[in-house]
């Protein structure tokens, strides 16, 4: 078994992802928030800053039609020590797939196809794929695979949700199916495919895990962050303790309070987080209602104390 970490603009940054290994550290991998651009703001610059991810197998990903900036990007990421890059073809967000990035690039298969050519042929690092399974229609699932399998992708990892889905719903599990079929008809490694999508308890792994015995990584993303302590209880070591995950929060709060200028950006970082993480406490519609009220960091951290106490022995 292999557990990764899913890039989630906004939540898994550096700080989140030290954090994680300090106070937990049962991840294989981290994949980090998308690139775009090769002319980085500073928040992206400190995310892929070696010294602030030592210690961590760490992907960067990129999001890009652009075959320049694609390989600008990669390029870059080698100079600084990286190994891999991963490309984006999942992101469902409006801004993004207007714009025929992300999941938007699946419309156009033709020159998705033409761009896969020109970076495989010149690219300074090896590539993975993270990807949805259509734009509007799982029909376009088939066509979208055999493209994405002419090239040397180090790993496809498959969030088996249309565009159109977002997050909603259930994923579509015979498209990942068909994936794992088509794989093995290829000959491909059996450790070439990962999974991505609903798995927020032991349960929904153990599911997947009798549905597609082949499968050995799995990619968890929302599931994660409402708790923490998924990856610990699916490895079959117990469930995450209070203490532990007041240690985790102190930490992100606290090296927040170093780069982040001001407490209003403070308070909506750690509101992100907070938007899954109140899943897992009693009554987490009040915790998360009660953090997004609060006006200053002495009112946040009184809630998160008083919520602490709720939470497990």
């Keep these: 078994m292999k557990l990764y970490m899913a890039p989630m603009e906004g939540i898994t940054n550096h700080v989140y ?3 994680y290994l300090h106070h937990f550290g049962q991840i294989d991998r981290y994949y980090m928030p998308f690139l775009s651009s090769t002319g980085l703001n500073y928040k992206e610059i400190r995310d892929i800053a070696p010294e602030n991810n030592q210690g ?3 992907i960067p990903q990129i ?4 075959t320049d900036v694609f390989l600008g990007l990669a390029g870059m990421l080698k100079d600084l020590g990286y190994s891999e890059v991963n490309l984006n073809l999942g992101c469902p967000s409006g801004t993004v797939t207007a714009k025929g990035r992300g999941s938007g690039f699946l419309r156009f298969l033709p020159e998705l196809d033409q761009f896969l050519e020109e970076i495989f042929a010149t690219s300074p690092l090896p590539i993975s794929v993270k990807t949805r399974i259509g734009y509007a229609d799982e029909a376009e699932w088939p066509a979208i695979l055999e493209i994405l399998m002419k090239y040397p992708f ?9 565009r159109m889905d977002l997050y909603r719903g259930e994923v579509r599990p015979g498209t990942y199916e068909f994936a794992v079929e088509r794989t093995v008809k290829a000959e491909k490694a059996s450790d070439y495919l990962c999974y991505n999508g609903d798995i927020n ?4 792994y153990e599911i997947l895990r009798s549905r597609f ?8 993303g929302r599931g994660l962050i409402a708790n923490p302590g998924l990856p610990r209880e699916l490895r079959g070591d117990g469930s995450m303790k209070r203490e532990q995950l007041g240690a985790f929060l102190d930490e992100i709060y606290t090296e927040y309070r170093k780069i982040v200028p001001d407490e209003k950006n403070t308070l ?5 987080i907070w938007t899954y993480l109140s899943r897992s406490f009693p ?4 915790v998360l209602k009660r953090i997004r009220k609060s006006k200053s960091l002495r009112e946040y951290e009184s809630v998160v104390c008083e919520a602490l106490r709720t939470f497990g022995d």
Excluded at 213 to 220: C, D, G, Q, R, Y
């Design 154 to 162: 180090t790993e496809m990892i498959i969030h088996p949700r249309l």
């Design 268 to 272: 909506f970082r750690l509101l992100e």
């Design 17 to 19: 992802r030290r954090a």
């Design 56 to 58: 961590m197998d760490v």
């Design 283 to 286: 009554e987490g519609e009040k």
């Design 201 to 204: 308890t032991v349960e929904d």
């Design 213 to 220: 015995p082949e499968t050995e990584k799995v990619m968890l």
């Design 63 to 66: 999001l890009t039609n652009q």
